[in-house]
């Protein structure tokens, strides 16, 4: 299933995610794992799916946060969230 994320929507994200967890946006890919290439850990994630809501002005359910594993499932997942409102 292929899923179309707004350009406006992925450079957010990336930009978000960025400063967050310290790294530099352009480092970031849609294959880079949330674990083993972002070394986040669970404090993180709390702190970046916070600033992605505010940032959308969206909720982002607790157990659509659990499957995610890589940016691009991130961006798929907002990017859904954002079209519903």
Same mark, same amino acid.
């Given at each position: 299933?292929?899923?179309?994320?707004?350009?406006?929507?992925?450079?957010?994200?990336?930009?978000?995610?960025?400063?967050?967890?310290?790294?530099? %946006?352009?480092?970031?890919?849609?294959?880079?794992?949330?674990?083993? =290439? /972002?070394? &986040?850990?669970?404090?993180? !994630? @709390?702190?970046?799916?916070?600033?992605?809501?505010?940032?959308?002005?969206?909720?982002? %359910?607790?157990?659509?946060?659990?499957?995610?594993?890589?940016?691009? =499932? /991130?961006? &798929?997942?907002?990017?859904? !969230? @954002?079209?519903?409102?």
């Amino acid at each position: 299933m292929t899923h179309e994320v707004s350009k406006t929507i992925k450079e957010d994200i990336y930009r978000i995610v960025g400063h967050q967890l310290g790294v530099d %946006p352009e480092s970031l890919h849609d294959d880079s794992d949330l674990i083993s =290439d /972002l070394n &986040i850990a669970p404090i993180d !994630l @709390v702190d970046l799916v916070a600033a992605l809501e505010e940032h959308f002005k969206i909720d982002i %359910p607790v157990d659509e946060v659990k499957p995610l594993k890589t940016l691009q =499932d /991130l961006e &798929i997942l907002i990017n859904e !969230l @954002v079209n519903e409102i």
